[in-house]
């Protein structure tokens, strides 16, 4: 299959267009820079030229593939609503080229929230008017308009030099001098190894259905205490309990996850692709990074 990949040059992106390669796929990764297509060329990737802004390139990748993986995403927290707005239009544009065909679309989005279980693939995505990011209901306005399109929710994905929201929270600590968690700590953030997410974007190309939500959780709920232990652990600094009023003006942005107990299960997705990662835990990888280089 030929694949496009958009942010094909990111931390995720990267690791599908690998796993795509090695697989025996033919990709066709996004890069909007020199340095992102030379990197991608050596891996075999063919490389087109644009980004998120550049809905022309957008819909040339589309047009000119048998399927598309959409992991782009600009992190910028102080542009967020911009950003998520930018996404919304790159999926819509995207959708547009592949209205009428058969042809698969994978879009990224993030987990949700349940009250009081695991929650589930069946349940809607997180809705807050402080997290504006609409990617999983853009990829469902297009499904009801015949798109085969399919929606990859992802937990804190990560590897030693990389965990998600986690990389932020490590930021924080080295800033404020301590690694805090709110209250006890027993909320819990779900996890995911970088290679077995990328795994599972390949399984869900190959063998998934239109319409349908993945979740790419392997570990459904890391204690925020114990995340927290071990950034401080690995910083040499101390760990604190902060009350949850605090939040806020300690975490900045990150106050609106840090409290948050976000139990997700995988179980439907495991069993429809036959999906069982391997990857080394979240305490593993923040145990192994070098803190020092981070």
């Known amino acids: 299959m030929r694949v496009f990949v958009t942010g094909a040059t990111g931390f995720i992106g990267s690791a599908v267009v690998r796993e795509l390669i090695g697989a025996g ?4 990764g996004l890069a909007r ?12 990737c063919e490389v087109l030229r644009g980004d998120l802004e550049d809905l022309t390139s957008l819909r040339r990748g589309a047009a000119n593939s048998d399927a598309v993986i959409h992991t782009a995403f600009r992190h910028d927290w102080s542009r967020f609503a911009e950003s998520c707005e930018l996404d919304k239009r790159a999926i819509e544009a995207i959708g547009a080229v592949l209205h009428g065909s058969s042809r698969p679309f994978l879009v990224s989005s993030g987990v949700g929230v349940a009250e009081g279980r695991a ?27 015949g798109v085969n399109a399919s929606v990859m929710r992802l937990p804190q994905v990560h590897d ?9 929270l490590i930021a924080i600590a080295r800033a404020k001098g301590v690694s805090a968690y709110i209250g006890d700590g027993a909320n819990r953030w ?4 970088v290679t077995d997410v990328a795994q599972l974007y390949r399984l869900a190309l190959e063998k998934g259905t239109a319409g349908a939500r993945y979740h790419a959780v392997a570990e459904e709920g890391v204690a925020l205490k114990d995340i927290a232990t071990a950034i401080g652990r690995g910083l040499n600094m101390p760990v604190i309990s902060i009350a949850q009023e605090q939040a806020q003006e300690h ?18 997705t495991r069993a ?8 080394p835990t979240l305490l593993t ?5 070098q803190y020092s280089q981070n």
């Open 190 to 193: 779900p996890a995911a190894h």
């Open 251 to 268: 975490f900045g942005f990150l106050g609106f996850f840090a409290g948050r107990d976000a139990h997700i299960s995988s179980a439907q």
């Open 285 to 289: 990888d923040l145990g192994n990074m």
């Open 160 to 168: 030693t030099v990389k965990q998600g929201l986690v990389t932020p």
């Open 272 to 279: 429809k692709l036959g999906w069982n990662p391997t990857g």
């Open 33 to 44: 820079s020199d340095a992102g297509a030379a990197a991608l060329a050596a891996t075999g």
């Open 119 to 145: 929650a589930t693939e069946d349940d809607p995505p997180l809705s807050s008017p402080s997290l504006p990011r609409v990617s999983e209901a853009t990829a469902v306005a297009l499904m009801e308009r």
């Open 25 to 28: 796929h033919q990709v066709l």
